[in-house]
């Protein structure tokens, strides 16, 4: 074997090994992206079961923060929902109005945690969680909520019945 037949085994022997660690660090990023995700969003696929008389229920589990968050749908797209009964609408983050193609209605002030800001008035032609659907929800776009989950309160949670027992809610829709 020749110097070079030596150079290029070297070479080839570091380079399977850089491209390992590469696959490695790639798998280890994926998973625990995915497992931090799970531990923000615990609701990510949701079962519907259905109670006598033809109600619909979803269970909800709090995640490790405290908050109630879970997947769902605005005019059929996903978002991400924060459940805040303390929140008198369904509060939308500007960008993300954009991505649900909602126009701005009439501005309006409204009093937050961090003091009043300016919010416009949007109709929401549906709004779903699992299978708890609501039409034409009055909601807010926020310029000013800087979040990437839309606040879900009381102009939709109004209209579904809800029980919280340790870390679980239950979300009923009653027909």
């Not at 605005?74 to 126009?103: C, E, H, R």
Request: hydrophobic share 40%; aromatic share 8%; no cysteine.
């Amino acid at each position: 074997m020749s110097d070079n037949d030596v150079r290029e085994q070297k070479r080839m022997g570091t380079t399977m090994q850089v491209l390992a660690w590469v696959v490695l660090l790639a798998l280890g990023v994926f998973y625990f992206s995915d497992l931090l995700d799970k531990q923000y969003n615990p609701n990510q696929s949701l079962q519907t079961g259905y109670v006598e008389g033809g109600g619909r229920e979803v269970v909800l589990q709090r995640n490790k923060f405290g908050h109630y968050v879970t997947s769902g749908m605005i005019n059929g797209k996903p978002v991400t929902f924060m459940l805040d009964t303390g929140a008198t609408g369904v509060a939308i983050p500007d960008a993300l109005a954009s991505y649900l193609g909602l126009q701005r209605g009439a501005a309006f002030p409204t009093q937050t945690a961090n003091g009043t800001s300016m919010s416009y008035a949007a109709r929401l032609d549906t709004v779903s969680i699992g299978a708890i659907e609501l039409s034409d929800v009055s909601a807010a776009i926020a310029p000013g909520l800087q979040t990437e989950e839309v606040l879900l309160g009381m102009s939709f949670l109004k209209h579904i019945e809800f029980t919280q027992r340790g870390d679980t809610l239950i979300l009923r829709q009653l027909p």
